[in-house]
């Protein structure tokens, strides 16, 4: 039994073989095959690194999906995977007397390695587009010596050898980086190793594709790509640099990865700004790109998608016999699935006059009166207002363990809910529940108590995660005084349909912008933005923004977008009363130990 089998959640250490066997397609992950320049945002977790490897040659050519296979029969797309490395941005962050030094070694670092990269990507065109294993050797032959005179100005006649040579020569030139890092002058001999990746930004890679497409007649329909992964860790200056090739380049476009406040300027080399539509789009991934998507039509995206991760996942392991299933293992949810049992239709109106607004009592009462059973006492006051009685009641009626391990936050249904579409943490949430059980070679149901307790100690982890970063602190404080604000409001006043759970930017105060965008990039505020123009712009000092899933279930919220309050209207109530101290339950104190 393969107790790890949910562990694991990061793209950047699965090889391109076990990516292939558990990527999931998506609706945002096909707007990127086209000759358009994308920017990706995403928050940690939401699978940036996943699509950016997944379009790579190597990659799309292991993946057993009609669309991906159509692609590779009709050579429609060809992509290179380049991670940014963090330890060699931090050797050159280190040459800080000399910007110039640093950008011209930037520069040869990233076509040294968008060059590695790219072989991998001529072994699988070369795998995939010979007639013959004959004609496969003489290609890669034919290959091998152009590149190696190309780029070092000798002749190797296999890929292997080709590889072995590039990563000799990274290591020599990262003694020079070492060198002026320290302080140390650079000999002619040290600026001459590898002298031919001295120039301009990814011209290396561009001619290696010409030879590439002459060896293997490409026609000039196929889209060229290089997909660089992890740009929140460049700098300004080095941003400048990829810009520049997002405004002049037109023989390769460019899929790049960073967190959805890391694209740090707009500025080129060339006097130009780049123009966000024109040079490139920004495609953001967080809910799955449903954010512009009704709360139904999100909801349903998101839990096709959290069952399909879970059923790949454990095919591709030693469960794979097993017959689990997401929906066995935590069934209904009390919340939504079974709330008419919880709240019968002859109970419904005795709760809504109970914890309703007369407004909302008095319409509730008009169309229950004129038809129970009627469409309009349902979609209007029924579906909507039954989940938030639910929970109303369940709080107001808990206390002790059934606060710390609530069950009104269990089932499918709500356990998806509150990860988001996040891969990262539905596969964390997944590891909670499989490791939970007393047996790992046969599986029960988990009560829904158990599931509640697991599912708040998730909530809770997620914002002591935020601690840790730059600023996190304040951004921690700010997200439990929100989230705090928004319990006092449903459990403590009377409510209609909808509830505010979402909050808009309409204050000056920048030390709080601060804190909404360390929380966005770390996915635990979503942005209210819309797809609908085709480009994906994150609100600056403006904006909506809601609470993540992840964090709802330990302020006692569905996990649901909700209406909209201005922050400023939050802050004031908050700073004039005592809300800060309804979130302090002893027994929060010791959940920790308690899963």
Same mark, same amino acid.
């Given at each position: ?8 959640? &990061?793209?950047?250490? @699965? ?73 060699? !941005? ?22 040294? *390695?968008?060059? =590695? ?12 587009? =010979? ?17 190696? &005179?190309?780029? !070092? ?14 990563? *000799?020569?990274?290591f020599e030139k990262n003694f020079c980086f070492n060198k002026a890092s320290l302080g140390f002058e650079l000999t002619n001999d040290d600026l ?73 300027? !707009? ?27 009704? $709360? ?35 069934? *209904? ?15 419904? @109106? ?6 309703? &607004? ?69 596969? &964390? ?7 939970? $059980? ?36 304040a951004a921690a404080t700010f997200l439990t005084q929100i989230g705090n604000y928004f319990k006092w409001a449903l459990h403590n006043e009377k ?56 964090? =709802? ?27 800060r101290a309804i979130d302090l339950k002893p027994i929060d104190q010791m959940e920790m130990f308690n899963e």
């Amino acid at each position: 039994m393969n107790r790890n089998v949910f562990e694991s959640s &990061n793209a950047r250490d @699965m090889t391109s073989k076990q990516l292939a066997s558990e990527f999931i397609w998506t609706n945002t992950f096909e707007r990127l095959f086209s000759k358009r320049n994308h920017i990706i945002l995403g928050a940690r977790g939401t699978g940036k690194t996943a699509f950016a490897k997944m379009l790579a040659f190597d990659s799309l050519s292991q993946y057993k999906d009609d669309r991906a296979q159509k692609l590779i029969k009709k050579r429609s797309f060809v992509a290179t995977f380049v991670s940014f490395k963090p330890e060699f !941005l931090a050797k050159l962050n280190s040459i800080k007397d000399d910007n110039q030094k640093s950008n011209f070694f930037f520069v040869w670092g990233v076509n040294l *390695s968008s060059c =590695s990269r790219f072989l991998e990507i001529v072994k699988h065109c070369i795998k995939s587009y =010979s007639k013959s294993n004959v004609d496969a050797v003489i290609h890669e032959r034919n290959i091998s010596l152009k590149l190696s &005179n190309l780029w !070092l100005e000798t002749e190797l006649e296999s890929l292997d050898r080709l590889s072995e040579a590039l990563t *000799s020569l990274e290591f020599e030139k990262n003694f020079c980086f070492n060198k002026a890092s320290l302080g140390f002058e650079l000999t002619n001999d040290d600026l001459n190793i590898g002298k031919k990746f001295h120039t301009d930004l990814f011209s290396p890679i561009k001619m290696g594709i010409d030879i590439l497409k002459k060896e293997l007649e490409f026609s000039d329909d196929t889209t060229w790509a290089v997909c660089l992964d992890e740009a929140e860790v460049l700098t300004e200056e080095q941003w400048v640099l990829i810009n520049t090739q997002l405004r002049t380049y037109t023989e390769i476009v460019f899929k790049i990865t960073t967190m959805p406040y890391k694209h740090k300027t !707009l500025k080129t080399n060339v006097d130009e700004y780049l123009n966000p539509k024109h040079d490139f789009d920004y495609l953001y991934l967080d809910r799955l790109g449903t954010i512009d998507k009704s $709360q139904r039509d999100a909801d349903k995206i998101i839990l096709d998608f959290a069952e399909k991760l879970f059923n790949k996942k454990v095919s591709n392991s030693k469960l794979s016999g097993s017959g689990i299933t997401l929906k066995f293992l935590l069934g *209904s949810s009390d919340l939504t699935d079974n709330a008419s049992e919880i709240i019968p239709k002859d109970k419904i @109106m005795d709760f809504i006059r109970r914890y309703c &607004n007369p407004s909302t009592i008095e319409r509730a009462d008009r169309l229950y009166k004129r038809n129970p059973n009627g469409k309009s006492f349902s979609d209007e006051i029924e579906r909507k207002v039954r989940p938030l009685l639910v929970i109303k009641d369940y709080f107001e009626s808990t206390t002790g363990q059934a606060y710390a391990a609530p069950k009104v936050f269990s089932g499918f249904d709500v356990a998806i809910k509150c990860c988001d579409g996040n891969p990262r943490k539905l596969i &964390n949430l997944f590891n909670r529940f499989i490791t939970s $059980q007393n047996s790992m070679t046969s599986f029960l149901p988990i009560e829904k108590g158990k599931q509640g307790r697991i599912i708040k100690n998730f909530s809770i982890s997620e914002i002591d995660s935020i601690r840790a970063e730059e600023n996190g602190l304040a951004a921690a404080t700010f997200l439990t005084q929100i989230g705090n604000y928004f319990k006092w409001a449903l459990h403590n006043e009377k409510i209609g349909t909808e509830i505010n759970m979402s909050f808009e930017f309409d204050i000056s105060d920048r030390t709080i912008w601060e804190s909404i965008r360390i929380a966005v990039d770390l996915g635990l505020l979503i942005p209210h933005i819309t797809t609908a123009d085709g480009d994906d712009n994150m609100p600056v000092m403006s904006g909506r923004f809601h609470l993540s899933g992840s964090i =709802s279930p330990q302020f006692f919220l569905p996990p649901r977008r909700g209406g909209v309050l201005k922050l400023s209207t939050i802050l004031k109530r908050v700073s004039n009363s005592s809300i800060r101290a309804i979130d302090l339950k002893p027994i929060d104190q010791m959940e920790m130990f308690n899963e």
